[in-house]
């Protein structure tokens, strides 16, 4: 590629030499900010695990006031999700923005039902007194081993929920840029970047599913 090519090239960056480089660049930021996120929530899993050792019988008893269902139905509509944001690179890559922003809709939709279906799961625990605090209360003789359970759920499951609100607005501000430049040609790795985030969010969640809904009898 000559200088004169490269400095008129609408899709690379002042700072870099080609575009090679940048999308290289780009790449390597996302992987490394998603390391950290790798870091933060192994450490959160990793206090669950040792925890659940600790105090099973409670972490036990308190798994039987999650409904499996639910988080079966939100592992369903985020999984449907992570196939659409695939699709939605798949598009871009092929300069197909139409079907690019079909799908990013679809995506956001799936995202704003899985929070919708934890929005009804939180209120039955804040109905059923499962929210740790002053208003706690649970009949049995495990109720702080209980307690430190429903910490760590809402811990996981909320920040795991930040992260999925985080994604509905990046992708949301993708569809705007998308759509604002549907008629010049645009490079693909912006919304290679955002799938690779939400791709984490869901493997998030593929082991929060179980760990948290499904193994309530089983040592880990």
């Avoid at 933060?40 to 499996?68: S, T």
């Avoid at 449907?80 to 690019?100: H, I, L």
């Avoid at 985080?166 to 604002?180: H, P, Q, S, T, Y």
Wanted: aromatic share 18%; with cysteine; glycine share 8%.
């Amino acid at each position: 590629m000559s200088t004169e090519t490269q400095e008129h090239d609408p899709l690379l960056a002042h700072q870099f030499e080609d575009v090679e480089q940048q999308t290289d660049s780009y790449v390597l930021g996302m992987w490394v900010f998603l390391v950290t996120e790798v870091l933060f929530f192994g450490g959160m899993i990793l206090a669950f695990i040792l925890y659940r050792n600790m105090y099973f019988p409670a972490f036990a008893e308190a798994h039987q006031k999650l409904d499996w269902r639910l988080g079966g139905v939100n592992t369903i509509v985020l999984l449907t999700s992570s196939f659409t944001m695939a699709m939605a690179v798949w598009a871009s890559q092929k300069r197909d923005y139409g079907k690019q922003l079909m799908f990013l809709t679809i995506t956001v939709l799936c995202a704003l039902a899985f929070l919708v279906i934890k929005y009804f799961e939180y209120s039955a625990k804040f109905e059923h007194h499962l929210v740790p605090g002053t208003n706690f209360h649970f009949d049995g003789q495990n109720q702080n081993g209980v307690q430190l359970f429903f910490g760590l759920y809402f811990a996981l499951t909320g920040l795991h929920g930040f992260h999925v609100l985080v994604g509905v607005l990046v992708i949301g501000v993708l569809m705007f840029r998308v759509w604002k430049l549907r008629k010049q040609e645009q490079d693909y790795v912006p919304t290679e970047l955002v799938g690779l985030y939400w791709h984490f969010v869901d493997i998030v969640w593929i082991f929060l599913y179980p760990m948290l809904y499904l193994l309530g009898g089983v040592h880990i």
